[in-house]
Antibody, heavy 122, light 114 residues
Framework: EVQLVESGGALVQPGGSLRLSCAAS????????MSWVRQAPGKGLEWVSA????????YFADSVKGRFTISRDNSKNTLYLQMNSLRAEDTAVYYC???????????????WGQGTLVTVSS | DIVMTQSPDSLAVSLGERASINCKSS????????????LAWYQQKPGQPPKLLIY???TRESGVPDRFSGSGSGTDFTLTISSLQAEDVAVYFC??????????FGQGTKLEIK
């Protein structure tokens, strides 16, 4: 059974940093691209970042470019999102999502974690 | 950037009736190289993560009931629930992935029982 379990969400002050993790199991993690998608309270979905199977290619939404970095450790089956210079508008539930096809980008997400809440407030 | 716009924002349909949700993209999501539409639909129930329903605009994900269907091409797409069930109450999102690996979602359509 595919499982994605996010952790690391917390209350943080504006300008602060946070690192999210997503522990994957039930599939060959190293064969799939992964993404982070966020959802502000009561709002829609916003794609945040994506990473290739090897970790060698990373992509970011304009809203987080230069502040967030994405990485993965295929030996630990874990995806990360390092968030710096956090702003109030980064407040959201952050989901990790698995790409739909192995070894090549599919672009749709066939499994999602339950999410972890990040609150940016003083 | 491709902007996805869904209509309506909310919808109330009687049990057993048909529900249709529209999604329009600001640019085509039809690839000329493989003639596929890079469009997916998700269902999100309260307190839960999104669930994939449809990809390639009309391919149903494994395990999704056949009352869910997707149609359309280019810039205009529709998600149809042929006979609404109580468990279909949710928010539905479309997503384009023609600009893989950078994606965009529609704003969501809330589906309720009339």
């Amino acid at each position: 059974e595919v499982q994605l379990v996010e952790s690391g969400g917390a209350l943080v002050q504006p300008g602060g940093s946070l690192r999210l993790s997503c522990a994957a199991s039930g599939f060959t993690f190293s064969s799939y691209a992964m993404s982070w998608v966020r959802q502000a309270p009561g709002k829609g979905l916003e794609w945040v970042s994506a990473i290739s199977v090897s970790g060698g290619s990373t992509y970011f939404a304009d809203s987080v470019k230069g502040r967030f970095t994405i990485s993965r450790d295929n030996s630990k089956n874990t995806l990360y999102l390092q968030m710096n210079s956090l702003r109030a508008e980064d407040t959201a539930v952050y989901y990790c999502a698995k790409d739909g096809r192995n070894h090549i980008w599919a672009g749709y997400f066939d499994y999602w974690g339950q999410g972890t809440l990040v609150t940016v407030s003083s | 950037d491709i902007v996805m716009t869904q209509s309506p924002d909310s919808l109330a349909v009687s049990l057993g009736e048909r529900a249709s949700i529209n999604c329009k993209s600001s640019q085509t999501v039809l690839s000329s190289s493989n003639n596929k539409n890079y469009l997916a639909w998700y269902q999100q129930k309260p307190g839960q993560p999104p669930k994939l329903l449809i990809y390639w605009a009309s391919t149903r994900e494994s395990g999704v009931p056949d009352r869910f269907s997707g149609s359309g091409s280019g810039t205009d797409f529709t998600l149809t629930i042929s006979s609404l069930q109580a468990e279909d109450v949710a928010v539905y999102f479309c997503q384009q992935y023609n600009t893989t690996p950078m994606y965009s979602f529609g704003q969501g359509t809330k589906l309720e029982i009339k």
